[in-house]
């Protein structure tokens, strides 16, 4: 029928099939019909298809249990939600640590205890072996590079993490003279040539710092149980060469059988004249004392970010901006926590955490353990719509099949009537039909295009085009209607376009 000659394009361009949509009804009624709309739609969606069949993306799966081995933001004055601390490791992988311990963290209950600003936050940083043993070949976990550097995945590993305590507090200049080696009677004192109210000591101070005779510790002060100095707690307290001027800050990792490091600030002298004292440790039951409390990692840590600045007054940035970020309030109410801008506390757990993350490269798990249960989210290919498109090939095998099979039990050419130059060449040659009356013009409509057509050859050898039967009993209830359409064709209409007189360039 028409309608299928009619489709034989829209296989090819599927815009075809949206401007002629009302040949869709009566090419459906055949076989071939029905056959080449199939065709058509596969066209339009094959490419699609084949992409998310055989490029799939990349997404996440669900997480498993493994055993890995090891390799041998709402800002407020709660700190649990606070920003947390970041790092990178190896310059290519961000590292995110936690406050723990939160429940110390409360600067105004800690100030109605203690009467004074007391900052206490804990700082808990991933053990940076993950990342070895995540890459190492013997736990056999897909890497990025597989996929061209651009697969992930996620890792959830329960292990020891290095973490470090900071503790601050606010002393006046009577509570914290007792460290304060300058104040000690027989003390040897040079005067600042620049600053001559400012008392400084000898570089080789430390010497003179000594038990006095029945005593187990060095003087005691009123922050003793804060810091958990003397007797009590087993630990003795820092002594610190002079009084630091405004800005700057004096470091002490000397102290014999010490697990901290001790640092004395100066805020600014327009905003208080007391000082801020802080000591850094690791956590009980963290394997961080180990790296990060050892004296000569200790001290480079605190020369490295220029925090002793003494005797010299150095004027260090570095100080100056944990200056600025220690409170200077006197009353509870408004001891909280700045929600704007962290405290000091924070800003050297952060600053130490970096030193934390370092520390554990390389390091085990375990003290003793050789493996640790791990839970891994791999991010690999996976097809999205993947079931939906798999309609589309298998439709293109079972064409293709078709078209095999049709071939091989009607082998030979034949002559295509549906191509245009077979078809103008057939059509010149026939008989005028009854059934296509009134078509000439706008071409056929209705039942013109379900009417089926046969080419026959006569004694003579001419090839001509013959109605199908039962053509005559479809066509009768359209001609009328088929004349008069005929016969009141728009100007707009195509044969109306192809026989008015326009010019020429030809």
């Known amino acids: ?126 053990h940076a072996g993950i990342t070895a043993a995540a890459k190492d070949p013997k736990n056999e976990i897909v890497q990025s590079a597989e996929f061209g550097n651009v697969g992930e995945y996620s890792l959830k590993a329960s292990v020891v993490s290095s973490a470090v305590n900071v503790l601050c507090a606010n002393v006046n200049e009577i509570e914290i003279a007792p ?9 040897t004192i040079l005067i600042s040539k620049d ?35 003397g007797l009590k707690y087993h630990r003795q307290p820092p002594v610190f060469p002079m009084f630091p001027i405004e800005y700057n800050s004096i470091a002490n990792v000397m102290m014999s059988n010490s697990d901290a490091i001790y640092l004395l600030i100066k805020a600014s002298d327009a905003l208080t004249s007391d000082y801020t004292l802080c000591k850094l440790t690791s956590v009980p039951g963290s394997p961080t004392s180990r790296n990060f409390d050892g004296k000569n990692i200790g001290w480079d840590w605190v020369v490295s970010l220029s925090l002793n600045t003494e005797p010299t007054s150095a004027n260090s940035s570095t100080s100056r901006m944990l200056a600025n970020l220690i409170s200077t309030n006197t009353s509870p109410r408004n001891s909280a926590l700045n929600p704007s801008m962290p405290s000091i506390s924070e800003a050297l757990a952060v600053m130490a955490g970096n030193t934390l993350l370092l520390s554990k490269i390389d390091a085990g798990f375990y003290h003793s353990w050789p493996s640790q249960n791990t839970s891994l989210e791999p991010r690999s290919y996976h097809q999205l719509w993947q079931g939906v498109f798999y309609l589309v090939p298998f439709l293109v095998f079972v064409t293709n099949v ?14 295509d009537y549906s191509k245009p130059q077979n078809l103008f060449a057939l059509a010149v040659n026939n008989p005028p039909s009854g059934s296509m009356s009134g078509s000439c013009g706008a071409g056929p409509e209705g039942g013109q295009l379900s009417v089926d057509w046969h080419v026959k050859q006569d004694v003579s050898g001419h090839f001509y085009i013959q109605e199908g039967r039962g053509a005559e009993l479809q066509m009768q209830g359209e001609r009328f209607g088929m004349r008069n359409r005929s016969r009141t064709l728009n100007s707009k209409s195509s044969y109306s376009a192809l026989s008015s007189k326009r010019s020429s360039i030809l």
């Open 1 to 126: 029928m028409i309608a299928n000659l009619l489709y034989e394009p829209g296989s090819s361009r599927r815009g075809f099939m949206i401007t002629q949509f009302q040949y869709l009804r009566h090419a459906a009624l055949s076989f071939l019909g029905r056959g080449t709309l199939i065709v058509a739609l596969i066209c339009m969606v094959y490419t699609t298809a084949f992409d998310a069949v055989v490029s799939p993306h990349l997404c996440f799966g669900h997480w498993d249990n493994i055993l890995m081995e090891e390799n041998a933001a709402n800002v407020g004055s709660i700190l649990a939600f606070r920003p947390n601390a970041t790092s990178m490791l190896f310059d290519n992988t961000a590292v995110i640590g936690s406050w723990i311990a939160t429940n110390s963290s409360n600067t105004m209950a800690s100030y109605e205890q203690y009467n004074r600003i007391v900052n206490n936050v804990t700082l808990a940083m991933p």
């Open 179 to 187: 460290l304060i080696y300058v104040t000690w009677p027989y003390a």
């Open 195 to 229: 600053k001559p109210a400012q008392k400084l000591a000898l570089a080789d101070y430390a010497n003179d710092v000594q038990l006095l005779p029945g005593e187990s510790y060095l003087n005691s002060t009123v922050v003793d149980d804060i810091f958990e100095w």
């Open 402 to 415: 078709f078209c095999l099979v049709y071939l091989l039990l009607l082998a030979g050419l034949v002559t």
